[in-house]
């Protein structure tokens, strides 16, 4: 019993030191008592000494990290200080500046009314630069006014004589040069996006030309542009001949834009300006192109029925004059029908006449109808594109709103277009339709004249041989 006890406290014990230590667990299994104790003692001088160097270096983290806080202490004490005496020097600094400038003050309080004046003068040739023609052949003056103007505007700058003298120069060099006309190289660029160096003939400040082509400037952009529409062909070679010009003592008639750096856009927005195809084209919409098509087929169909009468006139009128029925005209096929009723009453060739006229007159007043139809129509298609036109704009408004007119631009566009168009349409209609009417009219009338002269004829005859 004793060995059975001796043996399992062995193996408890050495079951537990294998898992407390690593160290112990690389030893070799003890086979008696005496190693297992030999064991356990070394094993615990082992985990004393690793346990010294363990509080050892823990000291010494100890020790740097208490240094590392004196040395933070002691730069956020010194930073304190810094910021103290940083915030006294700013004070002063403030009391000084605000001494300074009223002193400044003091001593411009006779100026400040001529810079007022000055700095207005130079913000309205500022904007009169900016577009300027000049200032394509000469850079860099608004820039200039940029910085002059915030000079003179400074409670702490002063502008000097130099600058008022050098603003003075551009506003002389604005008023002279506005007066030439004067050839340079510049860089311009042409309606294909492309950029090139042309010779530019500058007139005045009212217009720019190179190679015959009209050109803008903007500032915005800070170069020339061929305008993307050109003037009238006219215009556009008398610029031609004034560029050709060489000795500069001719007198020649050039187009230009009157408004010049004031506004610079008003020949631009008269050739830019829509012509009638252009407008009808964009802004007439498909009841516009209807009326368009409407009116064409009345054009057509009362010229084709004028030629058509004109002929069948100069027939009659030659029935007229002939003592022989041609079967080749009205007339004569109405002459034809009393030829062949000689016996007949007065009563019976009245009406066999009038029957002869009445199966002529369809022919003579063919397509009259639709003309007068067609005349009808287009006001009231106008009409349409009117209505549709004013409620497209509505709809506009309700989901843009009314702050932009140029969205609404399109509907009465449309509205006002259309409306044109009808009338355009419908005033030539009503007028074919009166002049091949009264052709036919006159046709109808002269069968009808023969037709009673041939019947007053008859009864005259029968009167006398009743007599």
């Known amino acids: 019993m004793k060995k059975i006890i001796k043996f399992a406290s062995i193996s408890v014990t050495g079951f537990l030191l294998s898992v407390s230590s690593p160290a112990f667990a690389q030893q070799q299994p003890a086979s008696t008592l005496s190693e297992l104790l030999n064991n356990v003692e070394q094993d615990l001088v082992v985990q004393s000494q690793e346990y010294r160097e363990r509080e050892q270096r823990f000291q010494q983290q100890a020790n740097q990290q208490q240094q590392i806080l004196e040395e933070t202490q002691a730069r956020i004490a010194q930073e304190e200080a810094l910021n103290a005496e940083l915030n006294a020097t700013f004070d002063a600094n403030q009391l000084t500046l605000a001494e300074r400038r009223e002193a400044l003050r003091t001593a411009r309080a006779d100026l400040n009314e001529l810079l007022g004046t000055i700095q207005g003068v130079a913000g309205d040739f500022r904007g009169i630069f900016q577009d300027s023609l000049i200032s394509a052949q000469y850079d860099g003056r608004e820039e200039f006014l940029d910085s002059f103007i915030a000079r003179v505007a400074s409670d702490t700058e002063q502008v000097r004589i130099d600058e008022i003298e050098r603003f003075w120069f551009f506003m002389q060099q604005e008023m002279v040069e506005s007066g030439n006309v004067v050839t340079y190289s510049d860089l311009v660029s042409l309606p294909s996006g492309e950029q090139a160096t042309r010779s530019v003939t500058r007139i005045g400040s009212f217009n720019a030309i190179s190679e015959g082509d009209y050109l803008s400037y903007s500032g915005d952009i800070g170069h020339l542009q061929v305008l993307p529409r050109q003037p009238s062909g006219d215009v556009v070679a008398r610029a031609a001949a004034l560029e050709a010009a060489t000795d500069g003592t001719g007198v020649f008639q050039v187009g230009i834009d009157p408004t010049g750096a004031l506004g610079g856009g008003m020949m631009a927005n008269l050739i830019n300006f829509p012509t009638a195809s252009e407008q009808v084209r964009d802004n007439s919409g498909e009841i516009g192109f209807m009326i368009i098509g409407l009116g064409l087929i009345a054009v057509v169909v009362a010229l084709w029925r004028t030629f058509v009468l004109t002929i069948v006139a100069a027939r009659v009128n030659a029935q ?63 009409l349409l594109g009117t209505v549709t036109g004013m409620i497209a704009v509505f709809q506009q408004i309700t989901v843009y709103g009314a702050g932009d007119p140029t969205i609404m631009a399109g509907g009465i566009s449309m509205a006002l277009m259309t409306t044109v168009l009808g009338i355009v349409a419908a005033i030539p209609a009503i007028l074919m339709h009166s002049w091949v009417k009264s052709k036919s009219d006159r046709i109808i009338h002269i069968m009808e004249e023969q037709a009673t002269g041939i019947i007053a004829r008859k009864a005259e005859a029968e009167s006398k041989t009743r007599a």
Not at 323 to 334: E, I, Q, S, W
Not at 340 to 346: E, R, S, W
Not at 355 to 363: F, K, S, Y
């Open 320 to 382: 007229v004059k002939s003592d022989k029925a041609n079967k080749n005209n009205p007339l004569g096929r109405v002459l034809l029908v009393a030829e062949a009723n000689p016996h007949v009453d007065t009563e019976t060739l009245e009406l066999k006449l009038g029957e002869a006229i009445l199966q002529e007159t369809p022919a003579l007043e063919r397509f009259l109808t639709l003309i007068k139809i067609i005349s009808t129509i287009a006001p009231l298609m106008g």
